[in-house]
């Protein structure tokens, strides 16, 4: 395998050391910030994402709101922005794993770390969508995970605020109507280019539930378009037909995050039980808005920065 010629080189005041891993819009490297003597890492945006006008659009203004947010489950976002052309952001390095990786290695978790793991993205996820910024791509690989403490063997960090191919696009799909990216986890209106909500994170939320309860994604078929028509037709599956030690009440929680009907154009029937929001609609609005930390130096080139 041939180096990655960014290794050993310096991109906008960081030296690159090492790979961390490739994902569909980029790569992430273990590297030090210069001057600050700081690791980071750093993500580096593929070079046709950095082309994209409508992508580079959202990325610097999801990317300024996401280093806005203070939330022990988010991860700090240091600074992002452009060099040469090439569009970065620094942010804090976790050591530790993702929960792709954990399901890989260890298979289904059990009910307690399951609910340890998931309540702290369902926190990160309550302080986002209080100052109005969607995740957009809820899925394991970017539920990174640091070991805990003596109570909880995992500590969350959410990463990838608004970081999806699907970026350039205000819905879920590309301009030219295409959607980029896993299926597994995404709610209807993201194919059905519909407007995006908290919800639409509440219920790649419930994809990840079944998925870490059964060790399989919710709607696991072939064919990408049978994964699709599933999230539109089909009813939530049921943890408890793949795990019946688990109690029946799971069934329902994952049911209600995968709701379909919330979003559809359908009013609730008026006899139908009031539904109370997610908790994370509940406290919207709750807190001020946060004062946006510094943007420095040029605005094309430093889009974002936090540093002290
Ligand atoms: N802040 C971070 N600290 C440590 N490792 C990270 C950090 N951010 C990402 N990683 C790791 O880098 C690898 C690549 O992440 P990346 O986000 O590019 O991939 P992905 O989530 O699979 O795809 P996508 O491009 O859709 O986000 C993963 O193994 C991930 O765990
Ligand atoms: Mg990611």
Known sequence: MTEDPRLGTTLAGYRI?????????GTVYLAEHLGLQRKVALKVMSADLAGDARFRERFVRESRLAASIEDPNIVPIHEAGESD??????????????LERLLQDHGPLGPDRTVAILSQVASALDAAHEEGLIHRDIKPANILLAPGGATHPDKVYLSDFGLTKRASSDSGLTATGQ??????YAAPEQFEGGALTPQTDVYSLGCVLFE??????????????AVLHAHLMEPPPKVTDARPD???????VVARAMEKHLRTA????????????????????RRPAPTRRGVVGSPSRRLVDSSP
Do not use: H
Request: glycine share 12%; net charge positive.
């Open 266 to 285: 359908f009013p609730r029937p008026a006899t139908s039980p009031r539904r109370p929001g997610p908790r994370c609609a509940r406290r919207r609005n």
């Open 179 to 184: 959607f980029v990216g896993t299926l597994d």
């Open 212 to 225: 870490c309860l059964t060790g399989r994604a919710p709607f696991p078929r072939d064919r990408e378009a």
């Open 246 to 252: 688990l109690p029946a009440g799971i069934d329902a």
């Open 85 to 98: 052309g090439v569009l970065f952001i620094a942010m804090r390095y976790v050591r530790g794993t993702d």
């Open 17 to 25: 050391e090492s790979l961390i891993g490739r994902g569909g819009m």
